[in-house]
């Protein structure tokens, strides 16, 4: 019985070792054929040579709607093994005329002992049919002993070029890629990463060195990049681009910028520039062309900066909207005199009234009831010499010197909106922080992504800070109003119907090139409804050489930009009446008059 049992032990012993063995061997055959079997076949093909990469397309970039403004499109690549060229001339010349490149150029990269040559490179898939449908025309008609005369060697290879079906309305932007299908500006290149796809593999079966047809197989599956879906919607950034585009001809301008804000969320609606160039067609364009301005020029704001004056003294409480000032034509102030744009008699105005006829010798002195420090505060706190964070490529920062830079000179200049410089993309936040009850929203004009699956992911819930209380944003939007009423400076921003807010700009511009100034940047930046703000609209030209007043040149453009966008978005007007602030201390007392004559 004793023998019995230790049979009995070792043979469980035994099957014990088999079956852990045996699982051993199942959980590495499972690894091998699951986990490792697209490696194991890599390595495999790859050992035999016959492995080909597959390109992949990169993601699309559209609008709000799904409009694409940049696509990857199908391409086929036309490569030949040299070594299988027995008569690299005549071959030359019976290609050439269907692929429309000359004898010369072919012969050229058919000529060698290289087994890989790229004859043409992201030509259309029909021309890779016409071509085979050739050779094999021709291949038919030789005989069994005209073998060595065959054309043969030339092989597809899948591709895809890049197209921007909207060619040049939104190519400041959006941006471009290079040759070898890198992004080179904009979108394309800041978020690259993003949308360039991973690249498959597939191999094949040769003989006599060529590649056999269907014996193609997929290893590795491209993967097509990430999609970009963009916060613009096309149809307004049509109207804004040709409405630039034509206050640029018209003024003579060097060069024009519209953006269309959303100031709770700030979403980019529109981003316009002229001149600009077509994305398609890149050879020859200047560097200067692919540049944003929006982002990468900076300038002096000139008046459009006075907002930020009166919005701190608000806050500070150093004025209201009635404070009177003795305003007179030039004013000294540290060894200098600084004027308003035009001649008049010293006049007593309303903080409003210097507003509304942006009077730079009035904001001076309302400057002055805040001081340098405060002043520099509040400008840093609206965004001035910071970015944005719109993400956009190249954006600067502007320039902003510390107050312990200031000269005597500074403050009043910085007070009336010169002396520092921002961007476009800086000057339409501030406005859209008015226009959102003091809330400075970041700008972005990235709605959300798409994976190559079409999963859409939303992008997250921009910055915010408080900048300006609600009831400091509130008055000065009424201020602002003043500004495109009959007696301001930007009547022509006015649009029927609807309560409109903004500020004009002229300012000197700094010539980059010389550091003094020469010509001027011209700019007005408004929102509507007033009272109860959906968009920001900025409208900047630099160098017109046709006048160079912002309430002129800038106002008409807003107004049929912002017209169309109200319209396009069923924004109804809101129904309030304007209550005007007494713009003058006459008008002031005439109020107070009729008041008091209420009263009694």
Not at 201 to 225: D, L, T, V
Not at 275 to 299: E, I
Not at 428 to 455: K, L, Q
Request: glycine share 10%; charged share 15%; proline share 5%.
């Amino acid at each position: 019985m004793g023998d019995l049992s230790l049979a009995k032990s070792r043979i469980r012993i035994l099957a014990l070792v088999f079956t852990i063995v045996l699982a051993l061997l199942s959980l590495q055959l499972f690894r091998v054929q699951i986990f490792e079997a697209s490696n194991y076949k890599l390595r495999a093909v790859d050992e035999m040579e016959t492995t080909r990469t597959v390109q992949a397309p990169r993601g699309d970039i559209t609008d709000v709607n799904g409009v694409a403004f940049a696509r990857s499109v199908s391409a086929i690549s036309i490569v030949v093994d040299q070594t299988q060229i027995s008569d690299p001339a005549k071959t030359a010349a019976f290609v050439a005329p269907i692929l429309g490149l000359t004898t010369a150029e072919v012969q050229a990269s058919i000529t060698g002992t290289r087994k890989y040559a790229i004859v043409l490179k992201n030509g259309r898939p029909a021309l890779w049919e016409k071509l085979t449908a050739a050779m094999d025309a021709y291949n038919s008609t030789l005989g069994s002993k005209e073998i060595d005369k065959r054309i043969i060697g030339f092989f597809p290879e899948r591709s895809y070029i890049r197209e921007y079906p909207s060619g040049q309305l939104i190519s400041s932007l959006v941006g471009f890629v290079r040759a070898d299908g890198v992004g080179a500006a904009g979108i394309e290149s800041s978020m690259n990463t993003l949308i360039t796809g991973t690249s498959g593999k597939y191999s094949y079966a040769r003989a006599n060195g060529a590649e056999i047809p269907g014996s193609q197989s997929e290893i590795i599956a491209p993967k097509a990049g990430t999609t970009i879906r963009l916060t613009i919607d096309r149809d307004v950034q049509w109207i804004a681009a040709k409405a630039i585009a034509d206050a640029v001809k018209s003024s003579g301008a060097a060069n024009g910028t519209v953006i269309v804000m959303d100031p709770k969320t700030g979403a980019i609606i529109a981003h316009a520039t002229a001149p600009t160039f077509d994305p398609n067609n890149t050879k020859g364009v200047s560097l200067d062309l692919m540049r944003n301005p929006s982002v990468q020029d900076v300038y002096e704001p000139g008046s459009t900066g006075k907002v930020m004056t009166m919005a701190a003294a608000l806050e500070e409480k150093t004025i209201t909207p009635t404070t009177v000032f003795s305003v007179p034509y030039g004013l000294y102030r540290a060894g200098k005199t600084f004027h308003d744009h035009e001649r008049h008699a010293t006049e007593q105005l309303t903080t409003t009234g210097i507003l509304a006829v942006s009077s730079n010798t009035g904001s001076i002195q309302v400057g002055e009831t805040l001081g340098s420090d405060r002043l520099y505060e509040y400008l840093t706190k609206f965004g001035i010499g910071s970015k944005t964070g719109s993400g956009l490529p190249g954006e600067s920062v502007g320039l902003l010197r510390p107050v312990n830079n200031w000269s005597g000179t500074t403050a009043p200049t910085v007070a009336f909106g010169q002396g520092y410089s921002l961007t476009a993309m800086q000057a339409t936040s501030v406005f859209a922080t008015i226009a959102n009850a003091g809330v400075r929203v970041s700008p972005t004009v990235i709605a959300g992504t798409s994976d190559s699956s079409g999963h859409f992911t939303p992008a997250g819930n921009r910055e915010s800070v408080r900048v300006v209380s609600e009831e400091t944003a509130a008055k000065l939007r009424i201020m602002m109003e003043s500004v495109v009423s009959a007696n301001g400076t930007a009547p022509s921003a006015a649009i029927p119907g609807y309560r409109v807010a903004g500020k004009t700009g002229t300012a000197q511009r700094v010539d980059p090139l010389t550091g003094k100034y020469s010509g001027y940047t011209a700019s007005f930046i408004g929102f509507a409804p007033a009272d109860s703000p959906r968009y920001v609209i900025s409208v900047t030209l630099q160098r017109p050489r046709n006048g160079h007043f912002g309430g002129a040149l800038c106002g008409p453009v807003f107004k049929k930009v912002m017209t169309f966008v109200l319209q396009s978005e069923h924004v109804a007007p809101t129904g309030t009446k304007v209550l005007p602030v007494a713009l003058t201390q006459a008008e002031l007392q005439s109020v107070k008059i009729t008041q008091a004559s209420a009263k009694n």
